[in-house]
């Protein structure tokens, strides 16, 4: 199946830094991509699509100024969360649509620890 | 959105064929019935998709009946790897909705 790659997989950070996760799709080019978030033992939250060359779109409850979305590239889609605090500390999983009625395919997912 | 239901947990024999059932009683005609499963601290695996006939590949079947208003996707022959959270989810346009799952359990 096709590839997504995100980066980095595990990142610790102090509180008030910022931190960019990356996601990138390797062997198809993505005009849409999500990104979500999980605590443990729950299921995956999505918080926002991103379509490429324009704003992302954020569920409800998402800020949207905290969570950065950009997706400048039909293989590439970043995410920055800003200002992090300990409560933002979570796995964050992005994936990449192949248009149609095809597959969703994830990254590896990042986990991400605000100190 | 079309919302699924299954059961919390099961378990299933190594060896044996694993049956994981999904209700979505009000799934629309142009909505596709797709399984993912996740592996503790991994993102999820594609697994199957279907609209409405049976579907199968490498890894699993999928059986919609005749209603599609359920789905079950079968492992022919589980192996402990095969232990996962096992997400049904009725896709409509982009939108992929992750619900809580099926926790998987392969027995030795």
């Known amino acids: 199946g096709a590839v997504v790659s995100q980066h980095p997989s595990r990142v610790i950070c102090k509180s008030g830094t910022s931190v960019k996760i990356e996601c990138r799709s390797l062997?198809?080019?993505?005009?849409?991509m999500f990104w979500y978030r999980q605590f443990p033992k729950q299921s995956l939250m999505l918080m926002a699509t991103s379509n490429e060359g324009s704003k992302a779109t954020y569920e409800q409850g998402v800020e949207k100024d905290k969570f950065l979305i950009n997706h400048a590239s039909l293989t590439l889609s970043t995410l920055t969360v800003t200002s992090a605090h300990p409560e933002d500390s979570s796995f964050y999983i992005c994936s990449a649509l192949i248009t149609g009625p095809g597959e969703l395919f994830f990254g590896e997912g990042s986990r991400l620890t605000v100190l | 959105d079309a919302k699924t239901t299954q059961p919390p947990s099961m378990d299933c024999a190594e060896g044996r064929a694993a049956n994981l059932p999904c209700n979505h009683s009000t799934i629309s005609g142009n909505e596709y019935v797709y399984w993912y499963r996740q592996i503790h601290s991994q993102g999820p695996q594609y697994i199957i998709h279907?609209?409405?006939n049976n579907e199968t590949n490498e890894m699993a079947s999928l059986i919609i009946t005749e209603d599609r208003k359920s789905s079950t996707l079968i492992l022919p022959h589980a192996t402990l790897r095969d232990t996962a959270v096992y997400y049904c989810i009725v896709r409509k346009g982009q939108n992929f909705v992750f619900g809580p799952g099926t926790r998987l359990s392969v027995l030795p």
């Open positions: 062997d198809f080019q993505a005009t849409t």
């Open positions: 279907g609209l409405k």
